[in-house]
């Protein structure tokens, strides 16, 4: 149990477009979903957190409005970049959780690649 | 501040036993996840400590100190499979997980 999916897996984008990423909870009902941004051999960035059906908590530093995120349901969020630029390349890891006390899973990550 | 260390890099062979260390300062305390990461891959959860003590399952081990702020992950009978990052992740007090920068076991045949 406790699947998470995320779509596309990969993308390639170019610069000023905007993409969006999906990320869905299968088997169960998040009352969280997390936003993580990871480069290569760095450890997780946490973006921003959202609970169904309010605003996200973007942490600091992260852009909200170029970041946009959206938790419509309990098994839906996603993340929007806009105006995309190369440096926005890089790899995107949704998780999901409920309850305050819950493990995180993961989902498969996007890999995105702004030219 | 709020801070996890953990080393950037560790070596074993298979077969052998490794631990890894986790050492955590945070503001307040609801427990300390492992999770495992393949390169290319998202983490996957290993194992949650909220009470001192070892708790075991299977191959892997997982031991918490709270009054040391301290971790240690145990791997036994390594695999090569386990060559991966292990990301220690400590929760604060409002529930957000404090990320370490992950340790990257390398398994030698």
């Known amino acids: ?115 | 501040g709020q801070n996890i260390d953990q080393p950037t890099e560790m070596t074993a062979t298979e077969g052998a036993i490794v631990q890894i260390n986790c050492t955590y300062q945070t503001s307040g305390f609801n427990g300390l996840f492992w999770y495992q990461q393949h390169a290319g891959e998202a983490p996957t959860f290993l194992s949650y400590n909220v009470l001192d003590g070892l708790e075991e399952k299977g191959r892997f081990s997982s031991f918490l100190s709270r009054s040391k702020g301290y971790s240690y992950l145990l791997l036994k009978e390594l695999q090569m499979k386990d060559s991966a990052s292990y990301l220690c992740a400590a929760m604060d007090s409002n529930y957000q997980l404090i990320w370490g920068a992950g340790t990257k076991l390398i398994i030698k045949p």
């Not at chain 1, 984008?13 to 999906?22: A, H, L, N, P, Q």
């Not at chain 1, 609970?51 to 309990?74: C, R």
């Not at chain 1, 105006?83 to 995107?92: G, V």
């Open chain 1, 1 to 115: 149990g406790a699947v998470v999916s995320q779509h596309p897996s990969w993308v390639i984008c170019k610069s000023g477009t905007s993409v969006k990423i999906e990320c869905r909870s299968l088997d169960f009902q998040a009352t969280t979903m997390f936003w993580y941004r990871q480069f290569p051999k760095q450890s997780l960035m946490l973006m921003a957190t959202s609970n169904e059906g309010s605003k996200a908590t973007y942490e600091q530093g992260v852009e909200k409005d170029k970041f946009l995120i959206n938790h419509a349901s309990l098994t839906l969020s996603t993340l929007t970049v806009t105006s995309a630029h190369p440096e926005d390349s890089s790899f995107y890891i949704c998780s999901a959780s409920w309850g305050e006390v819950g493990e995180q899973y993961f989902g498969p990550g996007t890999r995105l690649t702004v030219t």
